[in-house]
């Protein structure tokens, strides 16, 4: 009900149903229902019945077009016998709009491969045309199934027997949409209760046409967990539940090759009836759950996305009690949505699982590389997605998320306390290896040493507490003094806000309390559960050191549960019968516990691991014990900006018979004495939706959970509704530490919500909608873009808006501390130095080179950052904004403002500087011009300050571009199509030449010609420029000179940092340099090479012909 039928606008060529099938349909069908289509069987199959089919069948299925005819609004499709179909399995002329490519998928297979074809939907229902008859028919079924006397179970079984053993193969039907018996059917829509997040389905309820019957049927689809509750439908009892994950059977069942293997009452075990002939439904019910259950497993195996199909027959009774229901809460003005959920979960019962689908969701081009390049780039990578977890964990192995390499920790939906038990435990192992050494003991006791870090942390809480205290006291006091005065209502508002207040209160606590009750909450909750009867059969045996043997890292196995329902299956064919009793017996962790010993990878409480203290030393102190802090010089500690240099964390820092044994080590052969779950490697988790709810809403829990995931390389959380993924995305924001930058990247609805929770947003704009794209702050086409678009241009904004953020406050800090030193030379009265429209100016003035600086500089090429992601740790770790940074920027500042105040007032107020310039002794003119080249006064002295700062401002800019735009000459071009006037422009040099030098002085040249119009503001510059430029000659000294010595200092502590101080990114730019200079050589080289040997065949072939 999702699909509507619409008229093709676009005029595609439309394919006929037969090659359909060969085509679209062979692929689709067998990822669909997992059968192996044999292309020739088709054809022949086709073969033998075109003599059947008539002759303007025939020549139909080689057109695809047929005769149709259709309503004024194109929804009734009334056609003959003879029709066409679309490429898409729509009638010809028509193409299928879906919600999402999923649904669309599936009408589109039921059309192509099966026949069942959707016509049309509009407000009587939905027009289907159907090539086979219908139970419904049959006049005594119908009666039954609205007494409630006959059941669809039933009804099932006995097809499959009839079915049985005579029915043929898939593939030797003939095309069914070439059968001249098909027929149309409208059915009418009662109700829809669509998705939502708890329920994880949707269903609609349909009344069948009046020639089968009228009878009203629920129609639903979901996921497994949704569709398979014990609330949803009685088969879910008969299925291996998700407690039987981690217990599955560690012995190999049958591959996936040998599913076919394993035979249903549908296809011939025809054991299960008795001497009459007479079926058991309960019997054949345990054999298709199981063969269902170990059908869904191949499907998550191979990465499908799944979905189980149920149906439900209704009485009219129970339909009008309903629909009376339903009608009332869509009327309902208060919770209109919470009864509506009521009404669907009333409805929603004692459903029939009619089977399942998988849908092949293929990659896109790119996925594995591009994520491949953000893990390397340091990124960690949390997948949210509602797909099974074996699905989840097999996709998450195909796009390179999850490695071989990584020690991967699954968190199913085993009860309560085993989640909560098994966190815990993954939380201490990591605690006492040293990755969470904030939780050790020897850091919440207190015997850590006291740096000034901490004690600066324990001031700031005390203070925080002080002044909250403080402004609860002056809120109590105003309530009373509301309450004195008669506001009453307002008074107890205000006193509701403070005890509000007070209670929170209570929950903040300094992080080291916090961490300890942490700490404490995990050691409790191991501890109940190792004195549990449920912990014997988990619990791992502690070992003799003898019996520790070397282990290597592999990856885990996840897909246990469809094993295990095939072993089952496969002994229940071998026994041919099961008793009720037996029945109500089976169960696949109780299965598992009898037969097999638990695999020590299942065990989730090691007692080795509690036995020790700590697998790392025990605080951040002793980690540093590594290196010498003698060998960290003065300048390390005070200049360096990168932060391994700073703390003296480099090899040259490490003590030398450390260094030697480290070395030594690292040439031995490697080999893990230990449980590869304490290994070094990268690691990963993997949550279920259902697990997640034990853990959520308990803040102590939840920071145990993102401690473990803070750890982790990777996160995948499957069977997740969209209201946990934005829930996930807000608790990583508020509960990781340090706080990370959040990016969430979707393509469908249910992703909407995530997206906008998250500090960045990115849409793929795809067959999923626009809705993704519409809430996000970017949109992309295809994933593999987001690799260009986080590492190489997120990277250039970074360090672009860095530098313009630095050089902004740089500018304006230059122009008011040159101020600042003018005013101690006038009693701080608030004279201006420079004039207030040249103050107004410097904005626009020295804007246009940091503009072009801030659109077009690049530090390195986008070639080296796809070769080299890890450059993108300098954006991480916030390089270009730091305090060492800031403390260099405002140096300069402090030098700048000296060196233009103080090397040109002085000058320009002696009096050598008072001479005639242009039109006195620089002319030679012996006529005395008293006056003429007077500029001591603060007006004069200020533009020529000003007009150095400009040119001074300039050259900053210059000097913190990291690539000039110099752009190509001749500018104007007609050899390219796509090398334009606008590609081939200078920027950089017209930004700083052309819009802020040279506009300075038009500007000065211009405003002193205003003010001649008449008394204003602008009057006390009349010809100022001219006098300032033209009669003085110390100031074009002053204005070439001073700006260039104010530079010198800024090239000095730039090469004296880049030698012996440089960043990462600067050491990176000199390797792309070389790189780039080796490759010129080696062109040049090969170039000359090529000449050479041109000549000397060109001699050869003189000499030939001499």
């Known amino acids: 009900h999702t699909v509507v039928v619409e008229k093709d606008l676009d005029k595609k060529d439309y394919i006929s149903a037969g090659s359909s099938v060969s085509a679209a349909g062979s692929s689709l069908a067998s990822r669909l229902f997992g059968r192996k289509k044999n292309k020739s069987s088709v054809t022949d199959g086709t073969n033998d019945e075109s003599s059947k089919v008539p002759e303007a069948l025939k020549d139909l299925k080689e057109t ?88 669809m179970k039933r009804i099932a079984a006995q097809t499959a027997v009839a079915d049985g053993s005579d029915a043929p193969e898939l593939d030797q039907y003939p095309d069914p949409s070439l059968a001249p018996e098909q027929r149309e059917e409208t059915w009418t829509i009662l109700a829809v209760n669509k998705f939502d997040s708890d329920r994880k389905r949707m269903s609609i309820l349909l009344r069948s046409p009046p020639e089968l019957g009228s009878v009203p049927v629920l129609f639903c689809k979901g996921a497994d967990s949704a ?17 039987s994950v981690s217990l599955a059977n560690t012995e190999k069942g049958p591959s996936l090759q040998d599913v076919s293997a394993l035979t249903t009452v549908s296809e011939g075990n025809l054991e299960n009836t008795d001497e009459e002939g007479n079926i058991d439904v309960d019997q054949w019910e345990v054999t298709e759950m199981l063969s269902l259950q170990s059908q869904l497993g191949d499907f998550a195996s191979e990465g499908l996305r799944t979905l189980v199909l149920g149906l439900r027959v209704l009485t009219e009774k129970e339909c009008d009690e309903w629909l009376t229901q339903y009608h009332a809460a869509s009327v309902a003005l208060v919770d209109r949505e919470k009864l509506l959920t009521e009404a669907a ?11 399942a689908t998988a849908i092949e969701d293929k990659l896109q081009v790119g996925v594995p590389d591009a994520i491949a390049n953000l893990e390397k780039a340091g990124i960690k990578l949390w997948v949210l997605t509602g797909d099974k977890r074996e699905t989840a964990v097999e996709i998450g192995y195909s796009t390179h998320v999850l490695t071989p390499k990584m020690t991967v920790t699954e968190v199913g939906d085993l009860g309560k306390h085993y989640v909560r038990t098994q966190m815990s435990m993954e939380f201490i192992r990591l605690v006492k290896k040293g990755k969470l050494p904030e939780y050790q003991k020897s850091e919440l006791s207190g015997e850590g040493q006291k740096t000034m870090k901490k004690r600066c942390t324990n001031f700031k809480f005390s203070l925080g507490k002080l002044m909250r205290s403080f402004g609860r006291c002056i809120s109590s006091m105003w309530a009373s003094i509301l309450f004195t005065f008669g506001c009453k209502e307002r008074a107890e508002h205000r006193r509701g806000k403070v005890d509000a207040k007070l209670a929170r209160e209570d929950k903040i606590v300094p992080d080291d309390v916090r961490r300890r009750r942490v700490r404490e909450r995990a050691d409790e909750l191991i501890k109940m559960w190792l004195k549990s009867n449920e912990s014997k059969k988990y619990r791992r045996p502690k070992k ?68 020790l203290e700590s697998f790392a030393p025990g605080n951040k102190e002793d980690i540093q014990g590594n290196f010498d802090k003698s060998r960290r010089t003065a300048l390390e500690r005070v200049f360096a900006v990168d932060r391994h240099v700073q703390k003296g964390h480099l090899r040259k820092h490490v003590y030398p018979e450390k260094l030697s044994a480290h070395e030594s080590l690292s040439k031995a052969p490697r080999a893990s004495l230990f449980n590869p779950q304490m290994s070094d490697g990268p690691r990963a988790l993997v949550i279920e939706g259902a ?56 393509d469908g609805a249910n992703d909407v919500g995530m997206i906008q929770e998250a500090h960045v947003g990115v849409g793929i704009s795809g067959k999923e909608g626009t809705q993704a794209v519409n809430a996000s702050d970017f949109a992309i086409s295809q994933f593999r873009f987001l690799e260009s678009l986080v590492l190489i241009h997120g990277r250039w904004d970074f360090f672009r808006l860095s530098t313009v953020v630095l050089y902004s406050f740089y500018k304006n800090a230059v122009q008011a501390g040159i101020m600042v030193i003018f005013n101690f030379g006038t009693i701080f009265s608030g004279q201006p130095f420079f004039d207030q429209w040249l103050i107004a100016s410097l904005n626009f003035v020295c804007g246009a080179p940091i ?40 140096t300069l500042a402090i030098i700048h403002i000296c060196t233009l105040f103080f090397f040109i007032v002085p000058p320009s107020m002696e009096g050598g500087g008072m001479t005639s310039a242009f039109s006195g002794l620089m002319r030679n003119d012996p006529e005395s011009r008293p006056g003429d080249g007077e500029g001591g006064d603060w007006r004069s002295v200020g533009t020529v300050v000003f007009t150095s700062m400009v040119i001074l401002l300039a050259y900053k800019v210059l000097y913190e571009s990291r690539s000039l735009v110099h752009g190509r000459w001749p500018a104007i071009t007609c050899s390219k199509a796509n090398d334009n006037f606008v590609n081939r422009l200078a920027y950089t040099w017209i930004g700083v030449t052309w819009l802020s030098v040279g506009f300075y002085f038009i500007f000065i040249a211009a405003y002193q010609l205003v003010g001649r119009v008449g008394a204003s503001t602008l009057a006390p510059f009349v ?39 440089p960043t990462e990114t600067q050491i990176h730019m000199e390797i792309e340099a070389m790189q780039k200079r080796d490759r010129k050589r080696a062109a040049r080289a090969a170039e000359r090479a090529g000449s050479v040997s041109e000549r000397v065949e060109s001699a050869e072939n003189v000499n030939e012909e001499v």
């Open 64 to 151: 695809g077009h047929g005769s149709e005819k259709a309503d004024d609004n194109g929804n009734s499709l009334k056609t003959s016998d003879t029709f066409g179909k679309a490429a898409d399995g729509a009638p010809s002329g028509y193409a299928y709009q879906a919600e999402s490519p999923d649904e669309g998928a599936l009408v589109s297979a039921a059309s192509l491969q099966y026949g069942f074809q959707v016509l049309s939907r509009d407000s009587s229902g939905i027009s289907i045309r159907v090539p086979k008859p219908s139970h419904f028919q049959d006049q005594e079924t119908v009666d039954g199934l609205k007494s409630g006397n006959l059941t």
């Open 227 to 243: 569709m398979l509750d014990p609330e949803v439908t009685a088969s879910s009892r008969l299925l291996p539940q998700e407690s």
């Open 345 to 355: 979960l009333d409805i929603e019962r004692k459903l029939h699982i009619a089977g």
């Open 544 to 611: 003799s050191d003898s019996e520790t043997a070397l282990v290597t890292e592999e990856a885990p196995l996840v897909f246990t549960r469809a094993t295990s329902a095939r072993m089952l299956l496969s002994d229940l064919r071998l026994s041919q019968k099961v008793s009720r009793e037996d029945l109500n017996r089976i169960s696949l962790a109780h299965r598992t516990v009898q037969e097999e010993s638990i695999r020590e990878e299942d065990a989730i409480v090691d007692e080795d691991t509690l036995s």
């Open 691 to 746: 697990a997640l709810k034990h853990l959520l809403g308990d803040e102590e829990l939840e920071e145990i959970l993102f401690a473990v995931a803070s750890v982790c390389d990777a996160v995948i959380a499957c069977r997740v509704s969209p209201k946990q993924k934005a829930e996930l995305v807000n608790l990583v924001r508020h509960n990781v530490k340090p706080t990370p930058i959040t990016l969430a990247i979707g």
């Open 851 to 890: 503009i072009f600086t801030g659109l077009f500089d690049r530090c390195l090429s986008k070639d080296y950052v796809r070769e080299h992601p890890e450059v993108y740790k300098a954006t991480r770790e916030n390089e270009m904004i730091t305090i060492r940074t800031l403390t260099r920027w405002c």
């Open 1023 to 1061: 010809d100022m420029a001219n006098h300032v430029m033209g009669t003085r000659s110390i100031n074009w000294m002053l204005i070439f000179f001073v700006p260039i010595m104010g530079m010198v200092f800024d090239v000095v502590f730039k090469v004296f940092s880049n030698m012996f101080y």
